[in-house]
């Protein structure tokens, strides 16, 4: 035997004592679970390209919530499901009274009043063009025209009982005018979570086909942020600190944990990370190859985010993981 005065593999010798000095653990409260809501009853329709989740109806979704409920996941972030007949070139749908996802929140609110609703707010479910916010006659994408718009859908969506609005189109100046917005309605008590450092990313393919909305025309990069920066997203987060936000979010997650630990460490806020459609669409992909092990590799994926820094993680996985942690406990 070589003396040695430091080992540090005497920490890892058993289940107990990994667990005992183990710095991050994952729980039911960290979640937040998305849903894609669809006119209609009884619906639940399998996504093709992100294996495990559904196109649901309002009394489906219910059944969906309760599931969670009993593992302890109360949070829930909806996009919905547009049909073509519905989109225009500015998104109305979006704040009129027949829009299904507005009648589904009111509806599981009252059946729910204890859980927390989140609400992607953006024009790309219901415009034709299939982008965040309003076109130009050029196609270029209108800022101040959009915060307009997505201010009186956040006043819309207040109203049906959402609890924390989720501006994810990344216009400049949207979340002071938003706050501003919901003060007016009487809403001060409703929550922001901004997407404050949301990518250009290539991740977003399978929620897009999801929903159907991928551009018809150009890409996202004069608004979602290039790969490539790093400052730029703490400005982007410091400036939505600034103008009222109540969490800050970075989005994808995997590939962005440096961006989750700078956010962090300059923000007082709460910082949310989501595990996107794309990043959770490639272990289902591997893993039904047989090249992954899913459970694992989900746990690998999230318990990094929360490492990084993350207070708050969406992710399509959030039923997955805590069953497989309880089995494991
Ligand atoms: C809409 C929006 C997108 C996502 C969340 N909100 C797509 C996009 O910006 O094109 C992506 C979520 C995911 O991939 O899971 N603005």
């Known amino acids: 035997m070589i003396q040695m005065l430091k080992r540090p593999r005497r920490n890892r010798k058993s289940e107990v004592i990994r667990s005992l000095v183990q710095e991050t653990r994952l729980d039911p409260k960290d979640f937040v679970a998305p849903f894609f809501l669809t006119e209609g009853i009884n619906i639940i329709s399998p996504i093709t390209s992100i294996p495990g989740q559904f196109h649901l109806s309002c009394n489906t979704v219910s059944q969906k919530i309760e599931e969670l409920l009993e593992l302890g996941i109360s949070s829930y972030i909806f996009f919905p499901l547009i049909a073509a007949k519905y989109k225009d070139k500015t998104g109305s749908y979006a704040i009129s009274e027949s829009n299904h996802l507005l009648k589904t929140i009111r509806r599981i609110k009252e059946n729910y009043p204890e859980i927390c609703i989140f609400a992607d707010i953006a024009l790309d479910p219901f415009t034709t063009h299939g982008h965040d ?39 400049d100046g949207r979340i002071k005018y938003i706050r501003r917005a919901l003060d007016q309605a009487g809403h001060e008590n409703v929550s922001i979570m901004s997407y404050s450092a949301k990518y250009a990313s290539a991740f977003y393919g399978p929620f897009r086909d999801a929903l159907k909305s991928t551009p018809s025309l150009g890409d996202k990069k004069s608004y979602q942020m290039n790969p490539a920066n790093s400052k730029e997203a703490l400005l982007e987060a ?7 936000a109540d969490f800050l979010m970075v989005k994808p997650a995997t ?30 992909a591997a893993a039904q190859n047989k090249w992954l092990d899913f459970d694992k590799a989900l746990y690998e994926s999230l318990i990094g985010i929360k490492r990084a820094g993350a207070d708050i993680i969406i992710s399509y996985g959030a039923k997955e993981i805590i069953t497989y942690l309880l ?3």
């Open 133 to 171: 916010g309003l076109l130009s006659s050029s196609g270029e994408v209108l800022n101040d025209e959009t915060i307009v718009a997505l201010s009186k859908m956040s006043q819309h969506y207040a109203e049906a009982g959402v609890d924390v609005i989720a501006p994810s189109d990344m216009m």
């Open 238 to 244: 410091l400036l939505d600190e600034e103008e009222g």
């Open 327 to 329: 089995k494991h406990s």
């Open 255 to 284: 590939l962005y944990l440096d961006i989750i630990q700078k956010i962090k460490e300059k923000s007082l806020l709460p910082i949310a990370a989501y595990h996107v459609s794309g990043e959770y669409a490639m272990l289902k």
